[in-house]
């Protein structure tokens, strides 16, 4: 959501005005000012043309022959202040005011826009600030679902109050339009760095990547400690402030772990985001919690070590079917100067079988925490020691029941047995390093 920075003058209106003042105030008034904000011009400029504009047309009224038809966007035009493809977006942006009025906030700009909702850049009357705010389309507004899902997206929101979390402040309903005002943050979005890193050929740096998860991983964890699963933790719900503060963006998809009723009423569909999505909510499962965030997060620092997403495919289908049964190329095979405890924990992150990734967000954390400090991911060595120590169980089980009868068996068995008690001895050892 980079945007111009926004300037205002005390010598004309400030802001595109809301409810009965903007339809009987001055298009050219209006225009005069928002150039200004958009620092498409000066304000001394824009003076000089309305003085033209007031003249021509003083002079009409004293000569009623004369008539002027002139506006201030001609003038603007004519005199090379502004392009008429600049001069279009201005007046663009002063019907989307007009179209979009929401008592208490002036409508400043235009962001961007989703599938779901368009997002402008405001400001909020009362107490004088900047917010974002997200309006949902009129085509959806007669669609309960989405209603719904809107309403429930600014609730979610309202619940979380941490500085890696965009913060919420309003939600509500004005001239048939449903509206959730939130902060804005002046900056870009992961998406955009990863596409300038693609773009240059570069992957990100080991560090710079651990900076940007473990700031999305302390806001998960505060959402988790809610008893709130994101469910689509991807780059381009992740906001990088002009100060390199990362915030999770974007609670569309949140809901409560504890929402049985919302949980069944989804049941077999999957929501998420193709490239980042756990294969439990492909699978549409009704139980979804934290360790699918904790996948999608995986994912995503796949993504930013390596320049490419984990799974890749020619349809949204194609790449799922990757995500459920394709193994994971670790990220240490596709960018050999990363550290193996990256490599470690992205690959526990992203386990297929949720029983093998971590068992809490903190866990993550302190993974992450450690390999950023140039320690070893503990708790992820942990968790593959156990996964391995399963596997080997299994086997030895089923060799024990084939060949229990001969003597061959009995020395296969033993094998199997001591290595067992070494990956056991093995997780004993770590687990005493870690409460060290």
């Known amino acids: 959501m980079a945007e111009q920075n926004f300037s205002s003058s005390p010598s004309r209106p400030r802001g595109l005005q809301t409810g009965a003042d903007a339809t009987g105030a001055s298009v050219d008034t209006e225009l005069g000012r928002l150039v200004v904000e958009c620092k498409l011009a000066t304000q001394a400029e824009v003076d000089e043309c309305l003085d033209v504009l007031q003249k021509e047309r003083q002079g009409a009224e004293s000569r009623p022959s004369v008539a002027s038809h002139r506006t201030l966007a001609a003038i603007l035009v004519q005199r090379g202040v502004v392009t008429p493809r600049q001069l279009k977006r201005a007046q663009e942006q002063i019907q989307a005011s007009r179209t979009q009025q929401i008592p208490g906030y002036q409508i400043l700009a235009k962001l961007g826009s989703g599938a779901m909702a368009t997002v402008f850049k405001a400001r909020q009357l009362s107490l004088e600030r900047i917010v974002a705010i997200k309006v949902l389309p009129k085509k959806f507004s007669e669609n309960a679902e989405y209603v719904e899902r809107f309403y429930k997206e600014g609730k979610a929101a309202a619940k979380l109050n941490h500085p890696n979390i965009v913060q919420a402040i309003d939600v509500g309903e004005a001239n048939g339009y449903h509206y959730f005002v939130m902060e804005y943050v002046e900056g870009h979005t992961l998406h955009d760095e990863l596409m300038q890193h693609q773009a240059e050929g570069k992957v990100f740096a080991e560090a710079r990547a651990l900076e940007v998860v473990i700031q999305v991983a302390r806001a998960l964890e505060h959402a988790h400690s809610q008893g709130l699963i994101h469910r689509d933790v991807k780059p381009k719900n992740i906001m990088i402030t002009t100060g390199g503060l990362v915030k999770l963006a974007d609670m569309g998809l949140a809901r409560a772990a504890s929402d049985s009723a919302a949980a069944y ?44 997403v984990p799974f890749d495919g020619p ?94 068996g009995t020395k296969r068995n033993a094998l199997l047995i001591a290595l067992i008690v070494a990956l056991g001895i093995s997780v004993l050892l770590n687990i005493i390093q870690l409460l060290v």
Not at 318 to 333: N, T, Y
Request: proline share 6%; aromatic share 6%; glycine share 8%.
């Open 265 to 308: 009423a989804e049941a077999g569909r999957a929501y998420g985001t193709p490239y980042y999505i756990s294969p439990e909510q492909i699978r549409g499962e009704i139980d979804i919690d934290f360790r699918a965030d904790i996948y999608s997060l995986g994912a995503t620092f796949y993504h930013l070590v390596t320049g490419r």
């Open 315 to 408: 349809t949204p289908v194609a790449v799922m079917q990757k995500h459920l049964k394709e193994p994971l190329i670790p990220p240490d095979h596709v960018n050999a100067n990363l550290s193996a405890g990256v490599g470690e924990v992205i690959e526990v992150m992203m386990a297929k079988d949720r029983r093998r990734r971590y068992a809490s967000t903190r866990d993550l954390l302190m993974d992450l925490e450690a390999v950023g400090a140039g320690n070893p991911p503990l708790q992820a060595r942990r968790q593959i020691d156990t996964s391995v120590l399963t596997g080997l169980a299994a086997e030895a089980r089923a060799e024990i029941r084939e060949e229990s009868q001969g003597a061959a």
